[in-house]
């Protein structure tokens, strides 16, 4: 007897090295630009504290520290790709969320709108407890024609999946699948991610036109 597990999706993780010294850098800036924010009026959260939308005007925390920040993902993306690659931030946007009093994050993906494709999403866990703050939980993107069939006992699988994450961690993962943050416990030891969309302009020997 063979049980063959094909089509599988793929996330990726590793460990920011220098998340410490990132942390002593940033963090406080972010802590007060961040009481400056709101979530935007289409995301289904409480009053989650991003700047996804832009950070407060002369407190631009992530373009002050750009060039650390990129220098210290790069060494990431290269732990990640298995051949010569070439990417670009979309829309050079790194934004942060921060997560204080008992925020979530509704499920969402980060496929866009129009026809130039986000290729990978990434999170950089800056500040997070994993004894009081919450993993992203990823929901399976066939969830719903699973209800079609009848699986064996020993191929069920759970509707989400929640990566063992810490302080410092960092994931990539394709944008089109959904995920969400469960509410938070209130703490005073904030949960601060750093985000961001990556295009795919080469891989290997391919080259991705983009409009």
Not at 169 to 196: A, E, N
Request: aromatic share 14%; charged share 25%.
């Amino acid at each position: 007897m063979e049980a063959l597990n094909i089509f599988p999706i793929t996330i990726y993780k590793t460990e920011i090295l220098n998340n410490d010294y990132l942390k002593n850098l940033m963090l406080s800036e972010i802590l007060e630009a961040s009481e400056h924010l709101s979530p935007p009026v289409s995301w289904f959260t409480n009053n989650l504290k991003t700047s996804f939308e832009g950070e407060p005007e002369g407190m631009e925390v992530i373009d002050k520290y750009r060039s650390t920040l990129e220098a210290s993902y790069s060494r990431c993306l290269d732990e990640f790709f298995d051949k010569a690659f070439r990417v670009r931030l979309v829309d050079d946007a790194i934004w942060y969320n921060v997560y204080t009093d008992g925020e979530y994050q509704e499920l969402h993906d980060h496929i866009p709108q129009g026809m130039n494709p986000f290729h990978w999403s990434c999170i950089h866990f800056l500040s997070y407890d994993k004894t009081i703050h919450n993993p992203p939980e990823f929901r399976d993107p066939i969830a719903q024609i699973r209800q079609f069939g009848v699986p064996m006992e020993r191929d069920r699988v759970n509707e989400y999946y929640a990566p063992r994450v810490e302080e410092g961690s960092f994931l990539m993962f394709p944008t089109y699948l959904q995920h969400r943050v469960s509410s938070c416990i209130k703490s005073d030891y904030p949960r601060v991610t750093l985000s961001f969309n990556l295009r795919v302009l080469e891989y290997g020997n391919k080259r991705f036109k983009l409009d």
